[in-house]
């Protein structure tokens, strides 16, 4: 589970899952992305709008999409991130079991989420900061890494 550093216990944090990313337009920005940091296809729904690409060296994802997930909790009105800008930060954990754990912990000390939910197979825990910044917490699953379809 999560390492203690005294009397409060650390995330159980292994890394990043994925950053997705708003862009105006998905096609070429993957062509941007590809050249530009050697990145390689990994999964696309156009359905969805979005185009996943990894680094897989680096254990990687970015997500390109061209419109917020419309399975996230939306900031207040007018505060939509306009493209260009991050849409969330997603930080991978060790597993559900871990995540499950975390929720429960961050049920004690008072901390707002939906609860752990799936996400395009993997289970995830989807966080606001003070600001509404999204913070997602996502477990290996049985699909890539992604946005909710």
């Known amino acids: 589970m999560a390492e203690h550093r005294g009397d409060r216990p650390a995330a159980p ?20 992305y590809r050249a530009a940091l050697g990145l390689e296809s990994y999964a696309e729904d156009p359905d ?27 900031p207040p009105a007018g505060d939509a991130p306009a493209p260009g800008t991050l849409d969330h930060l ?27 939910v799936l996400e395009g197979g993997n289970p995830s825990l989807q966080l606001r900061d003070p600001d509404g910044i999204a913070i997602e ?13």
């Open 137 to 149: 917490l996502v477990a290996p699953g049985t699909t890539p890494a992604g946005p909710a379809r």
């Open 13 to 32: 944090v292994t890394g990043l899952s994925h950053v997705q990313l708003l862009v105006s337009d998905v096609q070429a920005s993957a062509a941007w």
């Open 90 to 116: 997603a930080l991978a954990v060790p597993d559900g079991a871990v995540l499950t754990a975390w929720a429960e912990h961050l049920d004690r000390i008072g901390i707002a989420h939906a609860g752990v």
């Open 48 to 74: 969805h709008g979005y185009v996943a690409l990894r680094h897989r060296g680096a254990r990687m994802v970015f997500v390109l999409t061209s419109s917020p997930d419309p399975d996230r909790p939306s």
